[in-house]
Each structure stands twice: as structure tokens, then as C-alpha cells.
């Protein structure tokens, strides 16, 4: 059996340290991969979309606490941002979507709302999607720091209104 010679001395070690990347916070993960989304969707269709649309979608989505809702808030989230860009490329979603966030939407006609709020379900596979998409950009398991951020952008949102 060969031996290995190691070095554990203190300039080494410091210097593996330093050499490390600081990781990147859960606000710039959310914003790249919501980025990744609204430049993969603009390449492809006419109706522009942008970032700061999908940020409200995401933050809707986050935030609505139903009750029996499936998945974890991130997940839940991102599927809802998924469903937006669905609608925006006039593909068919659910009618109770249309009437969820048709103000965001640039394509979607004004649909007459009665005012009823049934709880939004997601298939498996729009979840599924979702995480992938949430692992792929690491955003999944930062949610204290997530909330504390989409609060932030509601609160900015709301005095610029």
C-alpha cells in the first residue's frame, strides 16, 4: 500500500480557503433563473415578456397560502411562473389561471372577475418541472432568505405605485 504525503500546513489550508467562490445568494439565483426563463421565452415569441413580470408571477405565487396546496412554496412558485409563460405564449391554461393574473399578461383579453378565488392546482408534472427547474438554479432551500427578499420587492413595489 503507497503512502501519500500531505501537507497540512496552515498556508495551504488558508489558501484553499480563499481560493473557494462565495456563494451566490438565493435573490440572484431567483433573478437568473427567472432571467434564464424570460430570455428563453423573448427568443422564441414576438410579445416580449420581462423580468420584472415574472418577479410579480413568482412573488404571487409564493405568497398565496392555500389551504390543501401541494409542493413546497418555491415549487409552487415557479409552477405558477410556468403557467404564466403558458399563457402568454397562447397556449391553453386553465380558465381559473386567465383570471389569477391576467393584469401582468400583455396577451391575455380582460376576462370578467366574479370575485372567486378556488384553490389553483398544479399536475405532477407542472411540480416536477418546477423542482427541476428549482434545482437547476439551486433556489429550492432558501426560503427565509427568499421570503425576506420577495417582501422587500412587494414593499418597493408598492410605494412606487
Known sequence: ???????????????????????????ERLHDALAFLCEKHNSKHAIAISV????????????NNEEGAQGERPHRALART?????????KIVPYLY????QDLSAT?????DDGERPAL?????????????????????????LSLYL???EAKTASDA
Do not use: W
Open 1 to 27: 500500500m503507497r503512502s501519500k504525503n500531505v501537507d497540512f500546513s496552515p498556508e495551504i489550508r488558508e489558501s484553499r480557503i480563499l481560493l473557494a467562490p462565495e456563494p451566490q445568494p438565493a435573490s
Open 52 to 63: 420584472d413580470q415574472l418577479l410579480a408571477v413568482y412573488t404571487r405565487g409564493y405568497f
Open 82 to 90: 410556468l403557467l404564466f409563460l403558458k399563457m402568454e405564449e397562447g
Open 98 to 101: 386567465k383570471k389569477l393574473d
Open 108 to 112: 391575455t383579453p380582460l376576462i370578467f
Open 121 to 145: 392546482r398544479f399536475t405532477k408534472e407542472q411540480l416536477i418541472e418546477a423542482c427541476l427547474l428549482g434545482r437547476r438554479f439551486g433556489i429550492e432551500h432558501y426560503e427565509e432568505e
Open 151 to 153: 417582501t422587500t420587492c
